[in-house]
């Protein structure tokens, strides 16, 4: 029998089917959760400064899983016999740059928390600032994923199958311009990714530091306990001075009124500020969890796109079908980083859970 190119990628094929079904539901997953985070957070919501960049994250994230996932169940079902190099091209640009510009709003993100918590009276990110940050962001993640173009394109190579060499065609790094050039570009990628990264998790460490530096502070306050019914110190005073503090307020009525008055108006204002900390809190908690799991899901791309880059074939060709699995699926892994941040939204943003739930009709 001529085993051909064709025969061989319709063995890989039949090994990825669990793979291609799998990336099948999370893109699935990705394309409803992100479509529901932008019409709500875009048109049912109110803009507050908190929730400025979340539509604009979840049109990236939305992009980044559709073009990540179609790409990955396309290579599934054409790894041997992937002839479209303008495709090849084209997918990867649009891939990596969606990817870029989701990472990129997460450091803006984290950027934003940080000048609100750490720096609330110094410079923020506000109106024409903030257009211009996304406008920048898109831009630097177009001008370095350019380059794609013309290092990307179909990769002509060899496999051996049965001790017989077949010729086959894949999409990658194409050997003609895989020089040094190629290297250089893709070592100042992924270094700008990893600093990305650094930088993202770096910020939200003071951010966390004085988060909690302030509610330890307001746990120890005698307001905020008296506010929340605990015993203070002059409800713990005996019974003699209860009395005599009661002889006065029937002495002095009015002035005991006017007091109580500034204190019921102070009260309202401690809430008021306490819960607008607690949403905060809420907020960051938040985007401190979708960095965790970009750091994640992003870490294994990196390592499985450097490691196997000097003989792919080799590398990918003569693994077991469990081995080639799981590593292909945590090659993969950036896709579930696009596909989470719905779930976490839903998770910590309760204006936007009480919402959603009234949309669905079920009785809070």
Excluded at 48 to 62: G, V, W
Excluded at 102 to 130: D, E, F, H, W
Excluded at 226 to 236: D, F, V
Excluded at 322 to 344: D, E, T, Y
């Amino acid at each position: 029998m001529n085993y051909t190119a064709e025969n061989y990628n319709l063995n890989f094929q039949e090994k990825m089917y669990f793979n291609t079904a799998l990336t099948s539901f999370l893109l699935l997953l990705g394309l409803v959760g992100n479509s529901v985070i932008l019409y709500f957070y875009a048109c049912r919501m109110p803009r507050t400064e908190d929730r400025y960049f979340i539509p604009y994250l979840a049109l990236a994230d939305l992009l980044a899983c559709s073009f990540g996932s179609i790409f990955a169940i396309i290579i599934n079902f054409n790894r041997l016999t992937f002839h479209w190099d303008f495709l090849c091209k084209g997918l990867y640009f649009f891939t990596w740059c969606t990817s870029s510009v989701s990472a990129a709003m997460l450091l803006v993100i984290a950027v934003n928390r940080y000048l609100k918590v750490c720096r609330p009276n110094g410079y923020q990110l506000t109106g024409r600032k903030r257009k211009f940050a996304l406008l920048l962001v898109l831009a630097i993640s177009i001008i370095t994923t350019l380059p794609l173009f013309y290092f990307m394109g179909r990769l002509e190579g060899s496999v051996e199958n049965r001790g017989i060499e077949i010729n086959v065609t894949s999409c990658g790094l194409t050997k003609d311009r895989g020089g040094a050039y190629s290297k250089l570009y893709f070592f100042l990628e992924f270094s700008l990714s990893l600093l990305v990264m650094i930088f993202t998790v770096a910020l939200y460490i003071p951010i966390g530091i004085t988060i909690y530096n302030r509610f330890h502070s307001i746990r120890n306050s005698k307001r905020v306990k008296k506010l929340l019914g605990i015993t203070t110190s002059e409800e713990s005073e005996d019974d003699g001075g209860a009395d005599t503090s009661s002889d006065r307020r029937a002495t002095s009525t009015p002035n005991y009124t006017e007091a109580l008055q500034n204190v019921l108006d102070s009260s309202i204002s401690r809430k008021k500020n306490s819960h607008r900390r607690r949403v905060r809190h809420n907020f960051t908690s938040m985007f401190v969890t979708i960095v965790i799991f970009y750091v994640m899901s992003y870490l294994p791309t990196f390592i499985l796109i450097i490691v196997p880059s000097k003989n792919p074939f080799r590398f990918w060709f003569t693994l077991d079908d469990l081995s080639l699995n799981i590593l292909v699926f945590l090659k993969r892994a950036f896709i579930v980083n696009h596909i989470v941040n719905p779930f976490v939204y839903g998770y910590f943003d309760l204006h936007f859970r009480s919402l959603f739930k009234k949309s669905l009709g079920i009785c809070q």
